[in-house]
């Protein structure tokens, strides 16, 4: 288990507008880091907190991130623990399964309640395809965490 757990959004770009969200994400900011930058700052993760780290890459939805991968798989050379903060909209079995081999070792989606309740949080259709996700998740032998947001309409 890490020592240290550094939670980085990777990007404000979404594909939902979840009504708690305290990011404002939607688009893609002009100035996000490049990869460039990114493998700089993971270098100085690594240099300063060696392999005692952990690294959430989540955003908006870092799957968004075309990178993304690139920077799981530096993290992985710097001895660094990854784990992948999603909405679950876009992890399907073959992403899953990419996840796990690029060295990913946790997936956090986010279940706010039942069907109706998840839905009017996030949006229609997302608790559908977040339990998919989940399971596509465990199927993949990742681990994973399901990470509600406690709010008064989930109650």
Request: charged content about 25%; overall charge negative.
């Amino acid at each position: 288990m890490s020592k240290y757990n550094i939670n980085w959004n990777i990007t404000r770009e979404c594909n939902l507008r979840c009504k708690h969200c305290y990011y404002e994400a939607g688009t893609q900011l002009e100035d996000e880091l490049s990869t460039e930058e990114s493998f700089a700052l993971i270098d100085e993760i690594a240099n300063v907190f060696g392999d005692k780290a952990s690294v959430t890459f989540g955003g908006g939805e870092a799957l968004l991130r075309k990178d993304l991968f690139d920077l799981i798989y530096y993290c992985r050379a710097r001895d660094l623990h990854v784990v992948l903060a999603s909405n679950g909209t876009l992890l399907s079995e073959e992403v899953a399964a990419r996840l796990k081999n690029a060295g990913v070792e946790d997936v956090i989606i986010p279940i706010d309640g039942t069907q109706k309740t998840h839905d009017a949080i996030r949006g229609e259709g997302v608790f559908e395809k977040a339990t998919k996700s989940a399971r596509a998740v465990r199927n993949a032998g990742l681990g994973l965490v399901i990470d509600p947001c406690i709010m008064k309409q989930n109650e």
